[in-house]
């Protein structure tokens, strides 16, 4: 039979041991990071170790907690990409605020349920508060800010979609209903609209200009078009930095479009909405204050641990009448006087993740976070200025929010060899353990893609990482030719 107090008495020692025990993985942390870029960016797992956790089983009897939590930090935490470190210069990755993880900590050790108002109305209200906070950096004013806190751009733009689909489409229309964005838009938006039951026939991707940003003259006639056709279309997506290039879309073009036929207007924010609080920076997202929706990842340019994304409207009625639900076992905890955020988005229970970014806006306050912003546009241009000196180098795409495409286009090389010898390139630096750069594909052309966002990152890093593309560059295109 179960022994309640053997059980509570383990508990207060679990407690008690964990809280020494963490204390000195805070500890082993702290100096790791401190000496990161002395750090290879992967220290990838023995063969040993993943057969190690591959023969484990889940145990009937539990196992020294204290063993467990050793196990996990040097077997599973150690092994993991070093994102944070300042010369990953791949996907959307910076570095983390103490200030993120402590408030990260403090959600997950008090776990309040983020759910309903009354169940934690202090952090609600701080939800609340930096959701019209976020929403009037856009632009958008009135009570009819909304919002709600998700665990990514996936989620965030998806969650928009549902409330585009349900303002601009009746029911028995959902089948003819068609949707616009550039060719180099995030596969989330494309994947959500998916999930909620869109064809891929219904899914209008445009074409993009030598910028790679998208073709206002063909998106227009594609609406034409397919009004003429019958269909229905009802909205589009504008971009505020591509993963690819950092582009940013014509938005206020977009909007006056979006304006005269009707359609919902979201912004993909996710990576580049950031800008919006840099006052050197933020008129590139002129035209973000004609959208009804946008997405905007805090965990990508604002120093967050995973995750802490958002999404914002100009009006949150739209939210509330795509996700409200009244089951009766939420009658006593509803708020009358706040919107419950489970009535704002497709989550119900889920952590405030609202807490840590509050804590570092507190603690940071946006003066140093503009400052990072600028920073990354500085690297970025560093990068492009390096390269027009160094022979054989070509910029595919300009920098753009902190990111920059370029490859190496030695002589006599065919097309296909010089996609080969940008693979190559991508794959030898990051054998090297000096630098992380991955590839990307542009119209056909392989480059390498460099995402500069870490405040960490000094001029030195990006001196020393183009040196060695450049050896490394010269010397594979010798074994090329």
């Not at 933020?282 to 973000?288: D, F, P």
């Not at 405030?352 to 690297?379: C, M, P, V």
Request: proline share 4%; with cysteine; glycine share 6%.
């Amino acid at each position: 039979m179960f022994d309640w107090l053997e059980f509570d008495n383990s508990v207060k020692q679990g407690y008690e041991d964990q809280v020494k025990q963490l204390g000195e993985f805070l500890r082993r942390y702290i100096d790791k990071n401190a000496q990161i870029r002395e750090l290879s960016l992967f220290d990838k797992p023995s063969k040993e170790t993943l057969d190690k956790i591959e023969a484990m089983e889940i145990p009937a009897k539990g196992r020294n907690p204290m063993e467990v939590g050793e196990e996990l930090v040097n077997d599973v935490f150690e092994h993991a990409m070093l994102i944070q470190h300042p010369r990953f210069y791949s996907f959307v990755a910076s570095a983390v605020s103490p200030y993120s993880i402590a408030g990260s900590i403090l959600t997950d050790i008090y776990n309040p349920h983020a759910g309903g108002f009354e169940l934690a109305p202090c952090a609600g209200l701080i939800e609340e508060k930096l959701v019209k906070w976020m929403g009037q950096r856009a632009g958008y004013s009135g009570d009819t800010i909304g919002g709600v806190f998700l665990s990514g751009g996936s989620m965030a733009n998806m969650s928009a979609m549902v409330a585009a689909r349900d303002s601009r489409l009746e029911p028995e229309e959902f089948f003819k209903g068609t949707i616009y964005f550039s060719d180099q838009t995030h596969s989330s938006n494309e994947k959500g609209l998916r999930i909620i039951g869109f064809r891929n026939d219904q899914v209008v991707k445009i074409p993009t200009d030598d910028d790679y940003k998208v073709r206002i003259d063909l998106l227009e006639e594609a609406i034409v078009r397919d009004i003429e056709a019958g269909k229905k279309p009802f909205a589009i997506v504008g971009n505020l930095g591509t993963t690819n290039t950092g582009s940013i879309d014509p938005l206020e073009e977009m909007g006056a479009i979006a304006k005269k036929y009707n359609l919902w207007f979201h912004i993909d924010g996710a990576f580049g909405a950031s800008i919006l609080l840099s006052p050197i920076y933020r008129n590139h997202a002129k035209g973000i204050e004609l959208s009804d929706s946008f997405s905007w990842d805090t965990h990508k340019w604002l120093m967050q641990t995973y995750s802490c994304s958002t999404l914002l409207v100009k009006d949150k009625s739209n939210l509330l009448n795509s996700f409200t639900e009244h089951p009766e076992y939420l009658a006593d905890v509803n708020s009358s006087e706040h919107n419950d955020s489970w009535d704002l988005g497709p989550e119900m229970s889920r952590p405030h993740r609202a807490i840590k970014l509050w804590y570092t806006l507190q603690a940071t306050g946006t003066d140093l976070l503009a400052e990072l912003i600028e920073y990354s546009f500085y690297n970025a241009n560093l990068v492009k200025k390096e390269l027009e000196k160094m022979p054989g180098w070509k910029i595919i795409s300009n920098p753009s929010c902190g990111t920059i495409n370029f490859r190496y286009e030695a002589e006599g090389l065919s097309e296909e060899k010089i996609n080969i010898l940008t693979d190559t390139i991508s794959k030898e630096i990051i054998k090297s353990g000096f630098a992380y750069i991955v590839t990307t594909t542009l119209r056909g052309m392989k480059t390498l893609r460099m995402c500069i966002i870490n405040a960490n990152t000094t001029e030195e890093d990006v001196y020393k990482t183009l040196e060695l593309l450049n050896e490394i560059a010269i010397r594979e295109a010798k074994n090329l030719r």
